[in-house]
T-cell receptor, first 114, second 114 residues
Framework: DADVTQTPRNRITKTGKRIMLECSQT?????MYWYRQDPGLGLRLIYY???????NKGEISDGYSVSRQAQAKFSLSLESAIPNQTALYFC?????????????FGSGTRLTVV | AQSVTQLDSQVPVFEEAPVELRCNYS??????LFWYVQYPNQGLQLLLK??????LVKGINGFEAEFNKSQTSFHLRKPSVHISDTTEYFC????????????FGKGTRLSVIA
């Protein structure tokens, strides 16, 4: 099994629908992150969490929310999806010892909003 | 806040030729610097990182990068590329503490021509 698992891998949804992307990890890391990737824009940070009780907004949090259900699980929700949220979404983890230089990425969720 | 600029969105190069992918950063404090590679349908994989010490760092798959503080650059190089190096490369930065999320550049698409 992968260290960082994202589900689903692909999803097509309609405008206005609520959708949840899930991320779980077996690394034992305390820090988790959600990024979105758009062609030509690189990866941009949506939300991050340094422990279960810590949630922080990133560069582009509008239209998104997150839930850190446990150390190993970090979910990203789109309350009312819109077409410009079509993107590739990545979850990543790290631990407080290695911080930003110990990232492990999931394989991504490709979301299409029609 | 720190930021990263990848100076070329696409770099075509012939097989077995050398290549340089350019990355400049902006920060008022010391930083950690990274290069990641993204293969199709996969998450990002760390190529190499600069944390401190020698300014020339070596990574996987024959890549290396040089940290230049005066020019605020961290260019990625490979002396002889292969077809299999064709993919997307991302430069990233984090503050020296390692306790801030990674900030990514917009990516450089390396295309190796046979």
């Amino acid at each position: 099994d992968a260290d960082v698992t994202q589900t689903p891998r692909n999803r097509i949804t309609k405008t206005g629908k609520r959708i949840m992307l899930e991320c779980s990890q077996t690394k034992g890391h305390d820090r988790m992150y959600w990024y979105r990737q758009d062609p030509g824009l690189g990866l941009r940070l949506i939300y991050y969490s340094f422990d279960v009780k810590d949630i922080n907004k990133g560069e582009i949090s509008d239209g998104y929310s997150v839930s850190r259900q446990a150390q190993a699980k970090f979910s990203l929700s789109l309350e009312s999806a819109i077409p410009n949220q079509t993107a590739l979404y990545f979850c990543a983890t790290s631990d407080s010892g290695t911080g930003a230089y110990g990232y492990t990425f999931g394989s991504g969720t490709r979301l299409t909003v029609v | 806040a720190q930021s990263v600029t990848q100076l070329d969105s696409q770099v075509p190069v012939f097989e077995e030729a050398p290549v340089e992918l350019r990355c400049n950063y902006s920060s008022s404090v010391s930083v950690y610097l990274f290069w990641y590679v993204q293969y199709p349908n996969q998450g990002l994989q760390l190529l190499l990182k600069y944390l401190s010490g020698s300014t020339l760092v070596k990574g996987i798959n024959g890549f290396e990068a040089e940290f230049n503080k005066s020019q605020t650059s961290f260019h990625l190089r490979k002396p002889s590329v292969h077809i299999s190096d064709t993919t997307e490369y991302f430069c990233a930065v984090s503050l020296f503490s390692g306790n801030t999320p990674l900030v990514f550049g917009k990516g450089t698409r390396l295309s190796v021509i046979a």
